[in-house]
């Protein structure tokens, strides 16, 4: 059986442990950077490290020795100004800019693309490699829609990717979901995208735009690998469910304590299965009774288990960010970050759980390999 | 000749050594200087070549005017240039 490694990204550095190794966390690279993302692709078996040094602005690491040393490769940079295109000016009347802010989303190309990645970034742009990250191309059809311009930053200052999906079958077939700006869709590998997502609702907005599917504020969207038609995601107005691969979504009603959260996993085999941390609502950020839980469902999201076998509570305030949730591809091994920099994982799909740690750095982002 | 110096916090993630280069504006200075380190340009500019938000130049003790184009005229004599961080944020 592989080993299950698990790769976790803070605000403090990156930390590495693995189920053969009792969940022990081992020594932190970069310690004391903040660490926006890291993925370990699938097929060439690099490590790619997305950081975010503040003054000195958003760096990009990669290890190809399985993480004993990292270079620094180029980050993905946007294009010169145009300076015959009027500035990008959101609802808000913030102008979003043209430069890299962070790198919010890894992710590798389809299973036959040795060396493509992707990455979603602050402010909006969605950029390419075909040379394991030696450079990178910002997608300019997506860029360059005039429909991106409604999007607009939801708890980051300007919109951002976060959530990108490979069609298992198929490597042309991309999907990715922005906060706030919905869910887009290629067909021919981003050359051209359509702002896909009826059903969704954003009460928060006016009744004339709630429904837009362009403004939609997607925390977190995912799809089932084995069943791609599947997805779900939750959103900042509830958990959604779709069976058409995303281009329609039924909001499932009733989920207790709270249907409000970030993260979304579903089960690599069993598309009714998915996993969610909920928090109170959008203005009370913090577990409902101050109890961490997780919600599961089992079937498709007509009932929930609540589980909180080994979480803390109740004063226990920790906060689950959209990518500090995974599973792995068996489906049993899930482990969850907190802001609070509590680790757990579960080797029983979620029913308990271990503390791995109560004293990380902030955890932004944690994945199995 | 220019003499360039670089935060010392620079120095964990890139290679900044203090340098001495010729050139009339601080743009042309720092070219130079990235010329030979091509990483250090990102650690200081943004891709659009505007000095990040929070890093500082100062030419000769006065902070750099332009931001964006670091067009500031560099003194014919011995001039040195700090590249600092802002003391931005808490």
């Known amino acids: 059986m592989a080993e299950t490694k698990l790769r976790i990204a803070t605000r403090k550095g990156l930390f590495h442990t693995s189920r053969e190794n009792g969940w022990e966390l081992g020594a932190a690279d970069f310690l004391g950077d903040n660490c926006s993302a890291v993925l370990h692709h699938p097929v060439s078996g690099a490590i790619f490290v997305a950081l975010d040094h503040g003054h000195f602005g958003v760096k990009l690491h990669r290890s190809r020795d399985g993480g004993k040393s990292y270079e620094e490769i180029p980050a993905p940079a946007y294009p010169p100004t145009d300076v015959n295109t009027e500035p990008w000016v959101d609802i808000m009347g913030r102008t979003i800019p043209d430069s890299l802010q962070l790198i919010w989303s890894l992710e590798a190309g389809h299973a036959d693309q040795d060396e493509r990645l992707w990455a979603g970034t602050i402010p909006g742009g969605l950029f390419r490699s075909d040379d394991g990250g030696d450079s990178w191309q910002l997608v300019e059809s997506l860029w360059n829609d005039p429909l991106r311009r409604k999007w607009f930053g939801g708890g980051m200052d300007f919109p951002g990717i976060h959530s990108i999906l490979v069609h298992p079958d198929n490597p042309e077939d991309i999907v990715i979901a922005v906060s706030c700006g919905g869910i887009w869709h290629s067909t021919d590998d981003g050359a051209s995208w359509s702002n896909i997502g009826e059903g969704m609702n954003a009460p928060y907005t006016p009744p004339e735009i709630a429904s837009d599917p362009g403004i939609q504020d997607v925390h977190r969207l995912v799809r089932c690998p084995s069943t791609p038609e599947r997805m779900w995601l939750q959103h900042h107005a509830g958990i959604y469910r779709s069976d058409n691969a995303g281009f329609n979504w039924q909001i499932i009603n009733d989920v207790q304590p709270s249907s409000f959260g970030f993260a979304a996993v579903v089960h690599p085999q069993q598309p009714d299965t998915a996993w969610f941390v909920p928090e109170i609502k959008d203005e009370h950020r913090i577990p409902a009774d101050g109890k961490v839980v997780v919600n599961r469902t089992d079937d498709g999201g007509a009932t929930f288990n609540t589980l909180d076998q080994g979480l803390p509570g109740p004063n226990a305030y920790d906060l689950v960010f959209r990518h500090a949730l995974d599973v792995d591809q068996s489906g049993d091994v899930l482990a969850m970050g907190s802001t609070t920099g509590s680790l757990w994982v579960s080797e029983d799909g979620g029913k308990s759980w271990e503390t791995i740690s109560n004293h990380l750095p902030p955890i932004y982002a944690l994945r199995f390999d | ?90």
């Not at chain 2, 360039?4 to 280069?21: A, E, Y």
């Not at chain 2, 091509?38 to 505007?50: A, F, K, S, T, W």
């Open chain 2, 1 to 90: 000749m220019v003499t360039v110096n670089f935060t010392p916090n620079l120095r964990r993630h890139v290679n900044c050594p203090t340098t001495q280069v010729e050139g009339e504006t601080v743009a042309e200075v720092l070219d130079k200087v990235f010329e030979a380190e091509p990483l250090l340009r990102g650690y200081v500019l943004d891709e659009q070549g505007i000095l990040r938000k929070h890093m500082i130049i100062f030419l000769n003790g006065t902070a750099l005017k332009d931001r964006k184009r670091l067009s500031d005229p560099v003194p014919n004599t011995d001039s040195e240039i700090f590249v600092m961080q802002a003391l931005s944020g808490g």
